[in-house]
């Protein structure tokens, strides 16, 4: 039964990609290769995934600080940490700013962004201080109370009058487009929850079970297809390029007739705050204990500031940027997350096999 603590970051990172603007760069190249990527994405994210994490199945109880420490030179393993650290850190950075342009556009236009960042950022610094165990428990918490809403938010969409069979029929007239490397990267983004072990392992002080681990490509791709399709079925193939916050204004569209409330984006809003919190808490947790392990200092107090410098670097970008310019980030960490998830698989393979 612990062994259901491996799946929640995978699902996480799957609630996530419409706030991380998978949605918005698939449908963009919808004619140019989007069906392949998707399919490339459910075959070979889950293959990275199967080995990554049956490799540091042979580390119970030890993130990647305490197994590189063991067998790489301090300067490798120090470049390796700070990098996947500011990675997450970034990824979390970006996710808390698209977050608070929703917030302040569809929850409260007439409140400041600078206020918005603040108390987003003062929520996650906190939460991302937490013990690893904690955030994991937290986890199961807030996904046991809200997966019911998205089922119930996905079956509202199919049901919608406004819903075209037809217009997704037309993109599978490019089912075959060979996709680029960019669609590619942002569609494995659904997979790359198991990236977290390394430093979500030292969690799993046991052998993590693999006889379950079928419900990654079934749910990654009942994910992918559906965030891909759902907007395109209800705003049609050509004007769905016309939304920035794709998924909002999907989710706008469709309403409750004798709901509480009749809006279903107010259900999704709040989904989101509580998944858009915890992606960002497991973020800056995963990205300060890597950033932190390259230093002699690891008290308490150190990560707190760790987690302060970015919750400052945080709050200045956000100030400075434009939901586009947020976009384009995106688009170039979706790159560098796939050459890194890439090479730190080859890595963890020749070190599991060493090991064996």
Not at 49 to 65: D, E, I, K, N, V
Not at 97 to 115: D, R, V
Request: proline share 3%; hydrophobic share 55%.
């Amino acid at each position: 039964m612990m062994n259901r603590y491996y799946f929640y970051p995978f699902i996480l990172c799957m609630l996530v990609n419409t706030i991380f603007y998978v949605p918005v760069m698939l449908v963009e190249y919808r004619f140019q290769g989007a069906w392949l990527a998707i399919l490339f994405a459910i075959v070979f994210g889950s293959t990275l995934a199967y080995l990554f994490t049956r490799t540091m199945r042979q580390f119970p109880g030890q993130g990647l600080p305490e197994i590189f420490e063991q067998r790489l030179p301090v300067m490798l393993s120090s470049v390796i940490s700070f990098t996947l650290g500011l990675l997450w850190i970034v990824a979390g950075g970006v996710v808390l700013i698209a977050f608070s342009y929703i917030a302040k556009m569809f929850l409260n236009p007439s409140i400041p962004i600078e206020q918005l960042l603040f108390c987003l950022i003062i929520v996650s610094c906190y939460a991302a201080t937490r013990s690893t165990a904690a955030i994991n428990y937290l986890s199961e918490i807030i996904l046991i109370f809200i997966l019911p809403i998205v089922v119930f938010i996905l079956f509202k969409a199919l049901q919608s009058e406004t819903f075209e069979w037809n217009a997704i029929m037309v993109t599978t007239e490019y089912i075959f487009e060979i996709p680029s490397w960019n669609t590619l990267a942002t569609a494995m983004f659904c997979f790359t929850g198991y990236m977290t072990l390394i430093v979500l392992n030292r969690f799993f002080t046991w052998r993590i079970s693999l006889t379950h681990f079928w419900l990654v490509p079934v749910t990654g791709a009942i994910t992918l297809v559906s965030t891909f399709l759902i907007p395109i079925g209800i705003h049609g193939t050509q004007a769905v390029e016309n939304y920035l916050y794709l998924w909002v204004n999907t989710v706008d569209s469709l309403r409750m007739e004798f709901g509480f409330i009749e809006r279903v984006v107010f259900y999704y809003l709040m989904v989101y705050v509580a998944v858009t919190l915890l992606f960002i808490s497991m973020s800056w947790h995963i990205g300060t204990e890597l950033v932190g392990s390259i230093f002699r200092d690891q008290s308490k107090r150190y990560r707190w500031i760790i987690v302060g410098v970015v919750g400052i670097a945080t709050w200045w970008y956000g100030r400075l940027t434009n939901e586009k310019q947020l976009i384009m980030v995106a688009e170039q960490w979706f790159m560098v997350r796939f050459m890194m998830e890439l090479l730190l698989v080859l890595l963890m393979l020749l070190i599991g096999r060493r090991k064996q």
